[in-house]
């Protein structure tokens, strides 16, 4: 099986910055995988905000485009997502994801909040 554990994520006023990690473990991780970061705002429905399918190739929704940048450490299988400009309409539960072979595992989530 793979755990998958973030972390980081806290209070910031807007204009501010976090960054939040996620390292995904067990004897059934794979170093061919994809991980990314999601967010569930209250009352939304979870959203794509970046992804990485390699450590050169990422993805990333247009509403953080510019301000987030996500990053890989494969040897460590972990990925980080620094956040910088962050807005009130950044406020989520941020959830990391790892999938590889058809299967995907989620971490429980850290809490982000941006006040104005």
């Known amino acids: 099986q793979v755990q998958v554990m973030e972390s980081g994520g806290g209070l910031v006023q807007a204009g501010g910055s976090l960054r939040l990690s996620c390292v995904a473990s067990?004897?059934?991780?794979?170093?061919?995988?994809?991980m990314g970061w999601y967010r569930q705002a209250a009352g939304k429905e979870r959203e794509l905000v970046a992804e990485s399918v390699t450590r050169g190739d990422t993805k990333y929704s247009d509403s953080v485009k510019g301000r987030f940048t996500i990053s890989r450490d494969k040897t460590q299988k972990r990925v980080y997502l620094q956040m910088d400009s962050l807005k009130p309409e950044d406020t989520a539960v941020y959830f990391c994801?790892?999938?590889?072979?058809?299967?995907?595992?989620w971490g429980q989530g850290t809490q982000v909040t941006v006040s104005s």
């Open positions: 994801n790892y999938r590889a072979r058809s299967l995907s595992f």
């Open positions: 067990g004897n059934s991780v794979v170093s061919i995988n994809v």
